[in-house]
């Protein structure tokens, strides 16, 4: 099996883009060779832990309200031209993430990571949820078989949120400044939301590769 670690962020729509579009080769290559592993990136790291109304947060970022508009636009048609629906008008809140990156986190360890990266951008990308109000983490939680009790009481306090920070601090210190980024095998990187005919090229050479050792 070959290690596909993904730094990312689940407010991050080209994030969402991308996962879309690598699980589209993966569906079509069930057999692959792939082992799947998030990690933390938190695009605003000082983002107060109540969030900010969205609209502030994108003139803010981007320069005001033209810079905020083209900006999304361009998102928006990136994600239309790979018909993938993305409810932009009801988000209303840019959210902190650390209590989602902590909720991921935990999640790797009992083995349902993926299962709640899927369902953190179904609920703020499609569902127009904040994804760092506590009730929605631990529905997300209890929604993949999680004890939503048990992660409550870990969101109530702090629990990880060093480590989160401290992984974050680092990919940044490896020269990570955006995201998604796929690292293949530890060692080839690839930034940015790639098509599925990519991945599917992607997974073939690893299969041709695992095939030929084995031989």
């Not at 636009?73 to 994600?79: E, P, R, S, T, V």
């Not at 809140?93 to 009992?110: I, K, Q, V, Y």
């Not at 109530?156 to 992984?167: H, L, S, V």
Request: charged share 30%.
């Amino acid at each position: 099996m070959t290690k596909l670690d993904i730094i990312s962020d689940p407010i991050c729509p080209w994030c969402f883009i991308g996962k879309t579009k690598l699980d589209r080769a993966l569906e079509k290559h069930p057999d692959h060779d792939l082992v799947i592993e998030w990690h933390p990136f938190q695009l605003n790291p000082t983002m107060p832990a109540e969030g900010m109304d969205r609209r502030e947060y994108l003139e803010t970022k981007f320069g005001g309200k033209e810079g905020a508009v083209r900006t999304y636009g361009a998102i928006a048609q990136a994600a239309e031209d790979a018909g993938i629906d993305i409810n932009f008008e009801g988000i209303k809140r840019t959210p902190s993430t650390l209590n989602a990156h902590r909720l991921l986190h935990w999640a790797a360890l009992e083995g349902h990571q993926n299962a709640v990266v899927d369902r953190l951008f179904k609920a703020y990308f499609k569902d127009g949820q904040d994804i760092s109000d506590m009730d929605v983490l631990v529905g997300i939680a209890s929604g993949v078989g999680m004890d939503g009790e048990m992660v409550r009481r870990l969101l109530n306090g702090d629990q990880d949120a060093k480590e989160i920070q401290e992984r974050d601090a680092s990919a940044r210190e490896r020269g990570i400044s955006g995201v998604p980024c796929f690292i293949i095998g530890k060692h080839y990187v690839v930034q940015g939301a790639q098509p599925t005919e990519l991945w599917e090229k992607v997974i073939k050479e690893i299969s041709d590769a695992h095939d030929k050792a084995a031989s």
